[in-house]
């Protein structure tokens, strides 16, 4: 079986930085992803880790450590339009099928 | 990126009535096509994995003579959910990899369907 753990809610202040955690335990790990969701909305993908280290995207950076189970994600310059749902998700080898955490929401205060 | 469409957007239907949501791959091909199910304020869970030109599997729990699946062609997979209940009312969202792609590539979502079951 697969189980990811991230935090349900998570708040912080426009402009600041935040990380949104990830741990997961899962056959066949391929690598993590993480996407953001809006009220209403469909997931859209903000960055993907195959490999251990750090991937940066403009704001967002995204850190996996496969020995620990263990990813981030990072959003820097905190904008109002960050407030959303976080999801991790791993993909799975042999399958493919990506199987997601149960997300993360993120509140920012002005 | 690549874009995936998915119609319609949003669904109300009667107890009983079936409903169709198609999925398309609008500038690939997609070999597989994934099926997921959300809740409010839930997580997306992964239904089937749509395969073009084979039958659907399905994940433990989901009937799969409820939840019909087709992918007649490589653009496209449509989800049946037949004799919806109110229970049935979810968000369905459907997700896309590109065919021949690297397994280090994301997968494209389509925008969702809400289905309402009265």
């Known amino acids: 079986g697969q189980s990811l753990e991230q935090?349900?809610?998570?708040?912080a202040v426009e402009g600041?930085?935040?990380q949104i955690n990830c741990t997961y335990q899962t056959s066949g790990f391929y690598g993590l992803s993480w996407y953001q969701q809006h009220d209403g909305g469909a997931p859209t993908f903000l960055s993907y880790n195959g490999l251990d280290g750090l991937e940066e995207t403009g704001r967002f950076s995204s850190f996996l450590s496969r020995s620990d189970s263990y990813g981030y994600l990072l959003l820097q310059e905190l904008q109002m339009k960050d407030s959303a749902s976080y999801f991790c998700a791993v993909k799975r080898g042999g399958d493919d099928k990506?199987?997601?955490g149960k997300g993360t929401r993120l509140h920012i205060l002005p | 990126g690549a874009v995936v469409s998915q119609h319609p957007s949003w669904v109300i239907c009667k107890s009983g009535t079936s409903v169709k949501i198609e999925c398309r791959s609008l500038d690939f091909q997609a070999t597989t096509?994934?099926?997921y199910r959300q809740f409010p304020k839930q997580s997306l869970m992964l239904m089937a994995t749509s395969n073009e030109g084979s039958k659907a599997t399905y994940e433990q729990g989901v009937?799969?003579?409820k939840f019909l699946i087709n992918h007649a062609s490589l653009t496209l997979s449509t989800l049946t959910v037949t004799s919806a209940h109110p229970e049935d009312s979810s968000f369905y969202i459907c997700s896309a990899r590109?065919?021949?792609s690297g397994r280090n590539?994301?997968?494209f979502f389509g925008q969702g369907t809400r289905l309402t079951v009265v």
């Not at chain 1, 935090?7 to 708040?11: A, C, I, R």
């Open chain 1, 98 to 100: 990506i199987i997601f």
């Open chain 2, 33 to 35: 096509m994934f099926w």
């Open chain 1, 16 to 18: 600041a930085i935040v």
């Open chain 2, 63 to 65: 009937e799969k003579d």
């Open chain 2, 98 to 100: 590109a065919q021949g």
């Open chain 1, 7 to 11: 935090p349900s809610e998570v708040t």
């Open chain 2, 105 to 107: 590539t994301e997968a």
